[in-house]
């Protein structure tokens, strides 16, 4: 019975140099381990922390064009949004639309019943009607008095007629003493005193003419004047009818049907949707920055238009000022009254320069720091930061470009000087 192999096994010698070899690969191997260990430690040699390196977000420093923008919200309006006022004291409204309502430019939308207009218009007619009047008889009057005039003046004219032709009977027989001198003297003084008559009565004629002329302009200036005040008493009433100045729809209603109300209140307002606008809320800080005309880009229902900046308030509300812009060309399609939107706004380019990437290196410590990658280690570097954009910022000091930069996720470096970076 055969129990096992053993008694067939033979103990082989090893070949000479065999046992050499392999205490050299044993020492080769341990030589690299070594290296790598060296090259590792090397690397950590002096860093505080360790970070792996898909947690960190590096860029290049890179030299180009520096577009300064400002990223804003804001929302669609109406450029034209008129509010319709009342214009009469103490009148009954009837309105004649409802909120939402299309309206044509000259729909009737209310009515305002005021009886201190309407009857301050009926006297100025009265009045209008009176004057009228009082110049058609002047009229009468002057052509009345300017034949007067003129028969006074013919009159005269034919006294002096009659004196000069006696006393050229007179004088024909002068000679011959048929005539008396005293009578002859008579003639002459007679003649004389017909001829001042007449010269009276013509220029009186005249003076006469003139006064009623100046009469009758004075009253028809009067009748001008009293048209102007009836013109005006009847704009009035005819404001009692409120028109649509402009096509759109009703936005919003300020007052109840059959409600009293005082002059300049608020009645309606109207919105025209074919010329919208985009009302911006710019934060303060880049209120300095701003200019009519600015181009702006406006991102809507997924789409990016373009318009310029062409109205900036005056005054701040919660840190904020209120600017508008106008879109370039045609409008987009789709667009809805106090729809939202985001805009940004090209303050200022500036080309050549040194930039990054924005990212939140910018805002720790001031800008004042940044990370700059070496040999696999994060080093805390100072730099001077310029001007800033949504996407990207300018470097003017502390880094030259192609370096690379921890731009992102420098926030559990804990302001180390230096960092390793694990891949």
Not at 28 to 47: D, H, I, N
Not at 90 to 100: E, Q, Y
Not at 140 to 164: F, N, P
Request: proline share 3%; charged share 25%; net charge positive.
């Amino acid at each position: 019975m055969i129990r096992d192999t053993s008694h067939q096994d033979t103990v082989i010698a090893a070949p000479a140099g065999h046992q050499w070899r392999r205490r050299a690969m044993l020492a080769g191997g341990a030589l690299l381990v070594a290296a790598a260990f060296a090259a590792v430690f090397g690397s950590w040699r002096g860093s505080e922390h360790a970070v792996s390196a898909a947690r960190l977000r590096i860029a290049e420093v890179t030299r180009g064009t520096l577009i300064r923008d400002a990223a804003v919200n804001g929302r669609i309006v109406a450029a034209v949004s008129p509010t319709l006022y009342s214009t009469a004291p103490s009148s009954t409204v009837t309105l004649k639309a409802r909120a939402g309502d299309t309206v044509r430019q000259g729909d009737v939308l209310a009515v305002l019943d005021s009886p201190d207009l309407t009857d301050e218009l009926k006297k100025e007619q009265s009045s209008y009607q009176e004057l009228a009047a009082e110049v058609a008889r002047q009229e009468i009057l002057a052509r009345k008095q300017k034949l007067l005039a003129q028969r006074d003046a013919d009159t005269a004219e034919i006294d002096r007629l009659s004196a000069q032709r006696t006393l050229e009977r007179y004088d024909s027989v002068a000679n011959e003493g048929v005539v008396a001198k005293i009578d002859y003297q008579k003639a002459k003084d007679a003649l004389k005193a017909a001829e001042i008559r007449a010269r009276h009565a013509g220029q009186a004629s005249h003076l006469e003419r003139d006064d009623v002329e100046l009469a009758l302009k004075t009253k028809k200036a009067q009748l001008e004047r009293q048209k102007l005040t009836l013109a005006n008493a009847q704009r009035r009433v005819d404001e009692l009818t409120v028109r649509a100045p402009v096509n759109g729809f009703i936005g919003t209603l300020n007052v109840a049907n059959r409600s009293v109300v005082q002059a300049n209140t608020p009645l309606m307002t109207l919105v025209d949707l074919s010329a919208l606008e985009v009302e911006l809320e710019v934060p303060e800080t880049y209120v300095n920055d701003l200019g009519l005309g600015m181009r702006a880009e406006i991102t809507v229902n997924g789409a990016t238009t373009t318009g310029k900046l062409s109205a900036l308030s005056p005054e701040v509300v919660k840190n904020q000022v209120l600017a508008r812009v106008r879109f370039d060309g045609q409008q987009p399609a789709g667009l809805r009254q106090s729809q939202r939107v985001q805009a940004r706004l090209l303050i200022d380019e500036k080309a050549n320069v040194l930039m990054l990437p924005r990212g939140p290196f910018v805002e720790s410590e001031g800008g004042r720091f940044a990370y700059l990658v070496q040999d696999g280690v994060a080093v805390r570097t100072p730099v001077r930061i310029g001007a800033t954009s949504v996407n990207a910022v300018e470097i003017v000091s502390g880094l030259k470009q192609g370096d690379k930069v921890v731009v992102a996720g420098t926030e559990t470096f804990e302001n180390a000087k230096r960092v390793s970076i694990n891949r």
